[in-house]
C-alpha cells in the first residue's frame, strides 16, 4: 500500500535527486534568488521559493518574474540567471563534507556493498561542484545534471540519460526524490518512485513513502 513499505523491490540501480535528497542547499537557492529579486525590486518569499523546487535555473526565474510589470529580454534573463547562479556558488562555497549526515553516508555505501549501481539524476548545473564540496565527487556510478538535458523535471530526460550512463533499463531503476516534480519525471521515464520529503509525499503520484533515507535499506535487499 502506498505510504508504507510492505515488499522488497527488485532494481539493479537507485538514481537519487540532489538538493533535498543527498543533502540541503535550499537555503543558499533562497538567499541568491532573493538578493536578485530585491535588486530588481520584485517581492520574493519563502512560499514562492517553494514553487521553484525541482525546477531549472531559467524556469525558476519566469516564476519570480511573473511579479514584475516590466517585460525582460532573453538576453536580460540570462544575464539575471548567470548573476543568481555566481551568488549561489560563492554561497556553496560554505559546504564541505559536514554537510552529508552519516545516515545517507552510510546507506550509500550499504546499497553499493549490495550490488546497486548508484547515480545523480539533477537539473542543477552545480551538481558537480555541490558533490565535491560534500565529499562525493567520485563516489556515484554516473552524475546525469542541467548541463545533459534540454528540458527539465518533471520532464524524464535526466533519468533516462542517467540510466543509460549506467547502463540499466528504467523499469530496472527506482529514483528517490523530494519534488513532485521529480516523481513525475520518474513515472514518464517508467521507473519506480520513491518519495522522500518535500511536496513529493503525498501528491498521489508516488510508488512509496520513505520514512527515512537509511529506509531505502528495508526494501532494497
Not at 63 to 69: G, T, V
Not at 122 to 147: M, R, V
Request: include cysteine; glycine fraction near 8%; proline fraction near 2%.
Amino acid at each position: 500500500m502506498k505510504g508504507e513499505i510492505t515488499m522488497k523491490l527488485k532494481k539493479k540501480a537507485v538514481i537519487f535527486d540532489l538538493d533535498g535528497v543527498i543533502c540541503f542547499t535550499d537555503r543558499f537557492h533562497y538567499q541568491a534568488w532573493k538578493a536578485l529579486a530585491d535588486r530588481l525590486g520584485i517581492y520574493f518569499d519563502e512560499k514562492i521559493n517553494d514553487r521553484l523546487r525541482g525546477v531549472s535555473r531559467m524556469a525558476s526565474l519566469d516564476i519570480i518574474l511573473e511579479r514584475s510589470d516590466k517585460a525582460y529580454t532573453q538576453e536580460e534573463k540570462e544575464a539575471f540567471a548567470t548573476e543568481k547562479n555566481d551568488t549561489y556558488r560563492e554561497l556553496l562555497k560554505n559546504m564541505s563534507p559536514a554537510d552529508l549526515t552519516d545516515e545517507v553516508k552510510d546507506t550509500l555505501v550499504e546499497l553499493r556493498n549490495r550490488g546497486y549501481k548508484l547515480s545523480i539524476g539533477s537539473s542543477s548545473k552545480n551538481t558537480k561542484f555541490i558533490l565535491g564540496q560534500i565529499g562525493l565527487g567520485n563516489f556515484f556510478d554516473a552524475i546525469a545534471d542541467g548541463t545533459d538535458i534540454t528540458r527539465s523535471k518533471p520532464g524524464p530526460e535526466v533519468f533516462l540519460i542517467s540510466a543509460k550512463k549506467i547502463g540499466i533499463d528504467p523499469a530496472d531503476c527506482a529514483v528517490v526524490e523530494d519534488a513532485k516534480s521529480g516523481i513525475e519525471a520518474a513515472k514518464a521515464a517508467g521507473m519506480t518512485a520513491l518519495a522522500l520529503f518535500g511536496d513529493a509525499k503525498g501528491c498521489g503520484l508516488e510508488d512509496y513513502d520513505l520514512t527515512s533515507f537509511s529506509d531505502l535499506l528495508n526494501i532494497l535487499p
